[in-house]
Every structure is written in structure tokens, then in C-alpha cells.
């Protein structure tokens, strides 16, 4: 078996060359690519890039939204031996130029026209890049032969027909630099061999039994090794198909048009498609919205007594048969009724909602891990599901705590260094060849990995108190007022939280209680929204101890998006970029603290 990323693309090529690989819709209709056409089409660009000059061990970008050619250009370059520099859209000229240069990158690829002219202003700042290639969205869309602009129709097959000498590429060779800086920090590449990615790839296929029976939906960025190992690799290796979602507020639009067998998402996706889910039971009638809390009190019941071992009862049986066909089924088949797995990572997943979503039959496995490990490091067994861990480490992959209770990693997924970093590279792996996460965790007696925090996110009061701001954000965000939440306090006396709200959900609470408005700002501003906001904390801090309390908020109108910057690809809030944009309106809140109330509920 190969043990590169485009020698097992080859072979699943080879198995299933007229089964889809590829597909995404224009309008109400599919375009689909077999694997057959998939590999002439990275044959033909593989000619097309070594017209331009690239040669094994040069970097090539990829700044794109998903879509098929991503994974054209992608494999194309892999083939050559060259390392795929992945770009996010939304990411800044300056941050582009930066990658650029420091990867010394050599051919950039573009999605489209715009995304080529965004970064139009730094070019003459980036000496390395000699040639720039733009896909063409309609040619694939059309079914015509082009791949990019300058590429006629009739060239297609004259470039297919000529013969590539493709290197010899090693699993040790680098495949990728991956540039991240988490939520804070500046961009380094993470530089991931092609065996890093294919024994992350085969031990997620194994563990979750991926074949070419299945199929799934991307939406998250490709440029994110969560997707591009997870829902990219993973499937193609193994035959399946891949649907592209038109954008991701249409996720679910395409999940229930696709249908798929597994999904990848991340706790933000989840959260909303629950949010959405209650909303919509809450505007049936009193009659719906009871048997949906009583199908949910039963099927949770039924599901407490088999993890506990205990027998269920017959009259529970019964009723459970009845709930599932009344309401869980629904809810599967919204999802297109084939779901058999959804792989949650990027961040902690709600256990309340975890445990919906279970109870209604989803099977909903959690992972953890960072793109320093290719990325996965740990995720749910398929039989043994402990809600509230991230499961245990995969095959071949060591996991232990060390101090601070840290998460330590070893194992063939563990990249090999930042690029042109030695120091950080030396402070990220140690002389064992363990993998320093950052993450705080705990491992239980039968190996489950369970994450408690995070070592740059601990936020240390002036009073010197150690506090993780994730648990008081999860609690504060179940509110269905609350739609993102960040609390704050880094040498500060008190926690201060900045919330944006539900703005459906505020705009019934308005409509509920007749609050007049002229505008949404204008509503965000009211007294009555903050005493309702107000309120939602208050109940969240009766449950805290008080140096963990929030002290002070305030109402955000704008959501923390990809597009502004405030989260990361996989839908974390960037701490750092939020606090600094809104450093004023923090500073003001605790000038308010301190001159309007001393501290409640005793010393901090």
C-alpha cells in the first residue's frame, strides 16, 4: 500500500475509477466527477504546473474556497513532490504576504478573479512567486475542459497526453506548511509529512470504518487540516464520495439534499442546528411542544438505563418505539435520514446537547486535536462513547499529562517542526519527541481523554486566581438569548463577559413582550434587553464560585465571524483580535465596575 497522499488517491482511483468522487450543486442540479475524471484532471494540471516551473521541493498555494479544483490543484502538486501552502480567502493581504514570502512560495493558485485581485496590492512585496494560476469556476460547472483561465478547451487533452515525469515522493517528504497561530500569536508553518496525514487518514478509516459505501459534506475550510485530513483524505482514500456545501450558512440546505453517511463538524455548527431545532418546536403547538419534551425524557431514560447496564422495561420499550417514530426519526431524516456518524473536534461540544443528539439517535463521537498533530490526536471508539471525553488516542498515537496537566503527544502523526522556527520548534517538541499541546487534560483508568482548559487561555486575576473562561462561556451560551460569548479578566480583579445575542431569539422576546423598536441596534441598546441579558448571567453566576463570577457585560451587535477575523477556521473565538478590537469597550466596563459596586459574594 502507498504511503503517500496522491499514491493512495492513485489507488482508490485505480478501484473505483467510475464511482463520483467529487460533486457539488449549481442550482437544483448536481456535477458530478468520477474518480476516473478526477486523476486526468490532476494529470493535466500536474503538466500544466511544471509548464510553469515547479519542480519537487518548491511550495505552492492554494487560496480558495472548497470546491473540486482545491482538490485538483492540491493532488497535482503533491504528485510533482512540491508542499501545498494552504490560504484562507479571508485571511489579510499583510498576512498573505507574509505566508507567501516565508514559505517561499513559488506558483499561487486562485479560487477566482477577486480572491487573485485581494492580494494584487503586495505582490511586487513577494519575490519568490513567479506565476499566479486562477481556476475557472465555469469550466467543471459547464462540463467543459478548462481548468484555468488560460487553459482553452482543446488543451485539456493535449496537456493529459503529455508524460509527467513524476519524482519518487518518500511518507517522510514534506506534503504541507500549514500556517496557524491559533487564537493568538504569529503565524507559523507547521511542516506535515506525507505520512504524518496518511496515518492520521488510516487510523480514522479504521476506527470508524470509512469505505467506499460512504459519502459526506464539506463545508469547513479545506485550509484547516480538520477538514482537509477528516473529511477529504480520509474519504478519498477510501472510494467515497464528497459533496461540497455552497457556503456554510447552507449547511444544512445540503445536508438534507445530499444525504450523507458521516458528517464532520464543529461544536459552533451543532449548537446552531440545535438552536434552530428549538425554535422550531417552540412555535408549534402546546400539544407538539409536550410530546417532544416527553419523547426526550423517555428516550433519554431508556438510553441512562443501557449505558448503566440496567434493563428496560417493556412499557419503556414501547414507549421508546413510539417517540422514536413520532419525533427522533424526524429529526434523523431533516439530517437526510443516512447519517451514521458525526465526528465533532475543534473545540469542547455542549454535554447537554451532546446528549440530545444521542438520545434522538445520532451518534455523535467527539475528537480532539491540533494541527501539529495532522490533526487528530484522540476521538471516540464506536463502541464505547463516553460523553463529556474526547475519547481515547488513536492507534499508534501516545498520549500522557504532564505538568500543569498538560496534554503531551507522540506518535507517526506529530509534525516535523515549524519551518525556519528551531527555538519554537524545540519548545513545541521535546528531545522524547513529545508534542507539548498547550491543552490542559485528564485521563481516566480506561484511557479516555477528558479536555479541561487551556494553559495560553487561563486567564490569572490580580488576585492571582487561575481560571479557564470556557466552562462560564459554555454555561452563559446555553441561554437562547446568547449566541456567542467571550469572558475576559487577564490581571483584572473581576471577569467581564462581551455577549452577542440570539438575534431571532431577541427579536420574539421583544415581539413577546411588546417592546417597541425602531431598529436591531436600537433593541440591543434597551433596558429591557440588558436586564434579560443581565439575568442570564446572574443564573450562570449562582452556580459559581465568586472569583469565577462575571461582574460586568456588554452587548455586541456584531457576531464574531470568520469574516471579520474574531474566529478561527474552526469557529473559535480569536481572544486575542476580539480583545484588542473591542479594548475600549472592556476598559470602559471595568472603569463602571469600579466606580458603580464594590465585588459581591465576597473576595475574589
Known sequence: MADTIHGLFREAAANHRDKVALRHR?????????????????????????????????????????????????????????????????????????????????????????????ISTVMDETPDLAQTLLLDNAAIELGTSGFASDLRSDLKDDLSRRTVAYPD??????????????????????????????????????????????????????????????????????????????????????????????????????????????????????????????????????????YRGERVSPLLALKCALYDRLVAKKFRDAAGGRLRIIVSGGASLDKRIAKILFVVGFNVFEGYGMTEASPVIACSPVDGIRIGTVGTPLEGVEVKIGESDEILVRGPNVMK???????????ALDSDGWLHSGDQGKLDADGYLSITGRLKDLIVTSYGKNISPRPMEEKIARSKYVAQVMVCGDNRKYL??????????????ASDNAIAFEDYAALLGSEEIRELIS??????????????????????????????????????????????????????????????????????
Not at 46 to 54: F, R
Request: proline share 5%; with cysteine.
Open 169 to 306: 515522493v518518500a511518507g517522510d517528504d514534506l506534503a504541507t506548511l500549514v500556517y496557524t497561530s491559533g487564537t493568538t500569536g504569529t503565524p507559523k508553518g507547521v511542516m506535515l509529512t506525507h505520512a504524518n496525514i496518511v496515518s492520521n487518514a488510516r487510523a480514522l478509516t479504521d476506527r470508524y470504518g470509512i469505505c467506499s459505501d460512504d459519502s459526506t459534506v464539506s463545508y469547513l475550510p479545506l485550509s484547516h487540516m480538520f477538514e482537509r485530513t477528516c473529511g477529504y483524505y480520509t474519504f478519498l482514500f477510501a472510494g467515497a464520495t464528497i459533496t461540497y456545501a455552497d457556503q456554510i450558512t447552507t449547511v444544512g440546505k445540503d445536508v438534507a439534499a445530499a444525504r450523507p453517511t458521516v458528517l464532520i463538524a464543529v461544536p459552533r455548527v451543532l449548537e446552531k442546528a440545535h438552536a434552530a431545532a428549538r425554535w422550531k418546536i417552540e412555535g408549534h403547538s402546546k400539544r407538539k411542544q409536550a410530546l417532544v419534551r416527553s419523547a426526550i425524557r423517555g428516550l433519554n431514560e431508556r438510553a441512562n438505563r443501557r
Open 26 to 118: 449549481k442550482g437544483r442540479r448536481y456535477i458530478q466527477m468520477t474518480y476516473g475524471e478526477l486523476e486526468s484532471w490532476v494529470d493535466a494540471v500536474a503538466a500544466k504546473l511544471v509548464s510553469l516551473g515547479v519542480r519537487q521541493g518548491d511550495t505552492v498555494g492554494i487560496l480558495s474556497h472548497n470546491r473540486p479544483q482545491w482538490v485538483i490543484a492540491d493532488l497535482a502538486t503533491l504528485s510533482l513532490g512540491a508542499g501545498v501552502v494552504p490560504l484562507y480567502p479571508t485571511l489579510p493581504p499583510s498576512y498573505l504576504q507574509y505566508i507567501i514570502n516565508d514559505s517561499h512560495m513559488t506558483v499561487l493558485v486562485a479560487g477566482d478573479a477577486l480572491l487573485l485581485t485581494s
Open 496 to 509: 467581564v463577559a462581551l455577549v452577542v445575542p440570539d438575534s431571532e431569539a431577541i427579536k420574539q422576546y
Open 417 to 427: 517542526g515549524y519551518l525556519g522556527r528551531p527555538e519554537e520548534t524545540a519548545e
Open 535 to 604: 439575568g442570564e448571567i446572574d443564573r450562570v453566576n449562582k452556580t459559581a464560585p465568586s472569583y469565577e463570577q462575571v461582574r460586568g457585560f456588554d452587548i455586541l451587535p456584531e457576531e464574531f465571524t470568520l469574516e471579520n477575523g474574531m474566529l478561527t477556521p474552526t469557529l473559535k473565538p480569536r481572544r486575542g483580535r476580539i480583545s484588542m478590537i473591542h479594548e475600549d469597550l472592556i476598559e470602559r466596563l471595568y472603569t463602571h465596575i469600579e466606580t458603580q459596586r464594590a465585588p459581591e459574594g465576597g473576595t475574589p
